[in-house]
């Protein structure tokens, strides 16, 4: 069956270093992928989305590219800041229903 | 614009008793879902619901049930509950044909002692 793996956090930053939390799935088909990011005490949040191979996700200075040779999702940040301490999931779906979550990686960003 | 409502946000429960955790989405989504957040195990679906009328089984189904009252509503209960079953819930929408993905809620807070 589908999977997606994350890898372990925590993950401790200064403020303005650069962020990257990698993710690997494993699917049949091409799958649709996603990021979603948790902040303390509330729900999952949309962070960005790929729907093909080769497509840039985007949004609020974070990024991941669908590479489809390599079965990656990896997040990436150029310049974190204390307000993205969180906890990111990577997730996938075909067909836009039953979502594949990963562990969840746990990122601390220290002024 | 409320998204999708969970009440209540905290419950603490008795072992063996029962209660409802309500959902409710304003998005005109066809598809829901619950979730449970556990340390160290992510997300972990409970049942889910494609579309109004259905409801099927997820990963973990044991001691919940679920009810599919309309297209906005869905309910989870548990009949007896079990300290095992202490979690954080999360009821999510979506729209299959947007691509858009979950609308999560803000989560129940439950500890059964």
């Known amino acids: 069956g589908n999977s997606v793996t994350q890898m372990e956090g925590p993950v401790t930053l200064s403020e303005e270093a650069f962020l990257t939390i990698n993710c690997t799935y494993t699917a049949t088909g091409y799958p649709s992928l996603f990021w979603y990011v948790q902040y303390p005490g509330e729900g999952l949040q949309l962070l960005l989305k790929?729907?093909?191979?080769?497509d840039k996700g985007s949004n609020k200075g974070f990024e991941a590219t669908y590479r489809k040779e390599t079965t990656s999702f990896h997040l990436e940040k150029g310049s974190v800041q204390v307000s993205d301490s969180a906890v990111y999931f990577c997730?996938?779906?075909?067909?836009?229903?039953?979502?594949?979550f990963g562990p969840g990686t746990r990122l601390s960003v220290l002024p | 614009n409320a998204g999708v409502t969970q009440t209540p946000k905290f419950q603490v429960l008795k072992t063996g008793q029962s209660m409802t955790l309500q959902c409710a989405q304003d998005m005109n989504h066809n598809s829901m879902y619950w979730y449970r957040q556990d340390p160290g195990m992510g997300l972990r679906l409970i049942y889910y619901?494609?579309?109004?009328?259905?409801?099927d089984k997820g990963e973990v189904p044991n001691g919940y049930n679920v009810s599919r009252l309309n297209k906005r509503e869905f309910s989870l209960r548990l009949e007896s509950a079990a300290p095992s079953q202490t979690s954080v819930y999360f009821c999510?929408?979506?729209?299959?044909?947007?691509?858009?993905?979950?609308?999560f809620g803000s989560g129940t807070r439950l500890t059964v002692v």
């Open positions: 619901s494609a579309s109004e009328g259905t409801t």
């Open positions: 790929a729907t093909k191979a080769d």
């Open positions: 999510a929408s979506s729209e299959p044909r947007d691509g858009h993905g979950y609308t």
């Open positions: 997730a996938l779906t075909q067909g836009g229903q039953n979502f594949v």
